[in-house]
């Protein structure tokens, strides 16, 4: 006979709750930081099943005292660091001009990249010309770092005469093919499987370039994600696939969408996939990862599955009220620190950098950003000046216009 309560205990759904709301004092407790360099470095080769343990730790370089420490360091060289914090510096910048030019009504919407920059600006230094970016909307540091110019990305924000995308996207919805960077889209989790298919082209094709795929931490419980996952496991896809846990989905709190798992990255194990969480603020342990992750799928040695352990300092974009969600000073008390100022440091520690050059190099590069605003605007802002030609909106879209939309455009004279 199968047993049976004569008093059952009623079910309880379980809700996951932040470790603290707005008024209270920022609790970090949760986030395990592992010693600088004390991650082993496997071999690029190595059997997923080997190396579960690193979807569990944080690969971390640089130290506490500015240093770059363990297996993961000697990457870069001083002044490659020094290029990479001015392509953070500029990010910044860029963020602080968008989002002032927002308030001031010259766009409808704009979102920062406050304590994100490390991720995408080190993750551009180790792709090769050719690879893709499935990105979100908060990777702009891949174009910023590749060469894109600043005034076509304010132009696009701008969505004036000179917007490369015609106003046809939301501002900040960039695409460039020629620099490697897909066009984003506002169905969070839809880049996830489209960067995966494209790497399962280019191998279908015999070629020699990779796809690297981005999503939110909120993002991952679409079945976008999953459905990634599982392609890129079956057809060993030369792929990166990228999480970038920055600890909030809008107003959601990451553990919502991580359930319970312990990490995002350890989801990767359940598909077979090599999965490393990594200091996201820590510029050269990104740039060592990814360098790792992509030589893996050069070598037609499959997907990795990485998580950027980082911290989301500003609003969720220009329609958030983060204050309404969680402390005010959580962001201060964020143990990984700051990554601009973390490569200043360890620059200044290597003698290639100075608290002066430092004033020096943020006055030429808010220089070099007013300009490139001043170029845009001159083709128009959201309320002044240019704007894309109604004809445009019939372009581009068939390779030859069907005779309904022809008739429309000569019906609306353009």
């Avoid at 370089?61 to 510096?89: F, I, T």
């Avoid at 009504?105 to 994100?116: A, D, P, R, W």
């Avoid at 019939?394 to 309904?404: C, D, L, R, S």
Wanted: proline share 6%.
């Amino acid at each position: 006979m199968t047993p049976q309560a004569d008093n059952p205990a009623p079910l309880r759904l379980h809700v996951p709750e932040p470790e603290v709301r707005p008024g209270g004092t920022p609790d970090f407790s949760s986030v395990k930081i592992a010693p600088a360099g004390s991650v082993r470095r496997p071999e690029v080769d190595a059997n997923p099943e080997d190396i579960r343990d690193l979807a569990y730790s944080i690969i971390r370089v640089l130290n506490r005292e500015g240093e770059a420490v363990g297996p993961w360091a000697g990457l870069l060289s001083d002044d490659d660091l020094a290029e990479g914090l001015k392509h953070m510096m500029t990010l910044r910048a860029f963020d602080a001009r968008m989002l002032m030019a927002q308030r001031q009504g010259k766009t409808s919407f704009y979102m920062q990249h406050m304590g994100e920059e490390a991720v995408s600006c080190a993750f551009r230094r180790a792709l090769l010309p050719g690879d893709m970016n499935f990105p979100t909307y908060r990777q702009a540091g891949l174009l910023i770092a590749g060469g894109y110019p600043m005034v076509d990305m304010m132009n696009q924000i701008f969505s004036n005469e000179s917007d490369p995308l015609k106003g046809r996207q939301l501002p900040i919805m960039y695409s460039s093919k020629e620099h490697g960077f897909f066009s984003i889209s506002g169905n969070l989790g839809t880049q996830f499987v489209q960067a995966v298919g494209w790497a399962m082209a280019s191998a279908i094709k015999n070629d020699t370039r990779i796809a690297a795929g981005w999503i939110g931490d909120g993002s991952t419980a679409e079945s976008d994600f999953h459905a990634a996952l599982a392609f890129a496991s079956t057809y060993r896809a030369p792929v990166v696939l990228n999480i970038v846990n920055n600890q909030w989905a809008i107003s959601t709190f990451q553990g919502i969408a991580r359930g319970g798992s312990g990490t995002f990255a350890a989801r990767g194990l359940g598909f077979g996939l090599p999965s490393l969480r990594v200091d996201g603020n820590d510029y050269l342990a990104v740039h060592a990862v990814a360098s790792w992750a992509l030589e893996r799928a050069r070598r037609n040695l499959g997907p990795t599955l990485i998580e950027y352990v980082t911290y989301r300092v500003g609003a969720h974009s220009t329609s958030d009220d983060p204050s309404a969600y969680r402390p005010k000073t959580e962001s201060d008390a964020w143990p990984l620190g700051d990554p601009v100022i973390r490569l200043k440091n360890h620059l200044i520690l290597r003698g290639r950098w100075s608290e002066e050059r430092h004033k020096q190099a943020e006055a030429e590069i808010l220089d070099t950003v007013i300009s490139a605003q001043k170029e845009a605007e001159r083709h128009g802002t959201l309320h002044a000046g240019g704007k894309p030609s109604v004809r445009d909106m019939f372009e581009g879209v068939y390779a030859e216009m069907p005779p309904h939309l022809r008739r429309q455009r000569q019906q609306a004279g353009v």
